[in-house]
T-cell receptor, first 113, second 113 residues
Framework: QKEVEQDPGPLSVPEGAIVSLNCTYS??????FMWYRQYSRKGPELLMY????GNKEDGRFTAQVDKSSKYISLFIRDSQPSDSATYLC?????????????FGKGTHLIIQP | DGGITQSPKYLFRKEGQNVTLSCEQN?????MYWYRQDPGQGLRLIYY???????QKGDIAEGYSVSREKKESFPLTVTSAQKNPTAFYLC????????????FGNGTRLTVT
């Protein structure tokens, strides 16, 4: 089973807050984990790409993977109104391509000025 | 600037007509993909191609056709056999079929009446 669960939201937080976005999954074969940001009427933009467990940081964004719990997170520090978007998680057992790549349905995030 | 160009941004067609969506990439990526995005349903894979002159069906290929005559181009034809063609269509590419994440274009919104 390649199901990925993601709360659709909307998640509304005040500007400057730390945001936590999460996905759970059931397929223990997943090893590659991605986060995409999608603005309205635009294509998804790759934010983070990680392999296996652990943390990866890029500016205000931190991706965290806990394979033992089958749980991944994206943290956004010092959130800005421009971070308002839908965030999609995606995961794969092969690291690339579409075969075996499964997307969550996305969390709609709203940052209130 | 390297990227994926989808055109047009908006497309309107009458029921019963075939329509072709354009996707061009200048990233020198080998693999290209077509997804459909509907509200509440997430991304669903239509077709993908790993190399020129080769492509495979995804999860929802019925009513669609593709060609891959050039590395840079992967047009999608929505035929009259597609029962619910109105959707947001996303083209993506990746460096290879494995070990590389997908990068997306900005989509084409197709409305069929």
């Amino acid at each position: 089973q390649k199901e990925v669960e993601q709360d659709p939201g909307p998640l509304s937080v005040p500007e400057g807050a730390i945001v936590s976005l999460n996905c759970t999954y059931s397929n223990s074969a997943f090893q590659y984990f991605m986060w995409y940001r999608q603005y309205s009427r635009k294509g998804p933009e790759l934010l983070m790409y990680t392999y296996s467990s652990g943390n990866k940081e890029d500016g205000r964004f931190t991706a965290q993977v806990d394979k033992s719990s089958k749980y991944i997170s994206l943290f956004i520090r010092d959130s800005q109104p421009s971070d308002s978007a839908t965030y999609l998680c995606a995961m794969s057992d092969s690291g690339g391509g579409a075969d075996g790549l499964t997307f969550g349905k996305g969390t709609h995030l709203i940052i209130q000025p | 600037d390297g990227g994926i160009t989808q055109s047009p941004k908006y497309l309107f067609r009458k029921e019963g007509q075939n329509v072709t969506l354009s996707c061009e990439q200048n990233l020198n990526h080998d693999a290209m993909y077509w997804y459909r995005q509907d509200p509440g349903q997430g991304l669903r894979l239509i077709y993908y191609s790993q190399i020129v002159n080769d492509f495979q069906k995804g999860d929802i290929a019925e009513g669609y056709s593709v060609s891959r005559e050039k590395k840079e181009s992967f047009p999608l034809t929505v035929t009259s056999a597609q029962k619910n063609p109105t959707a947001f269509y996303l083209c993506a590419s990746s460096l290879s079929q494995t070990d590389s994440p997908l990068h997306f274009g900005n989509g084409t919104r197709l409305t069929v009446t």
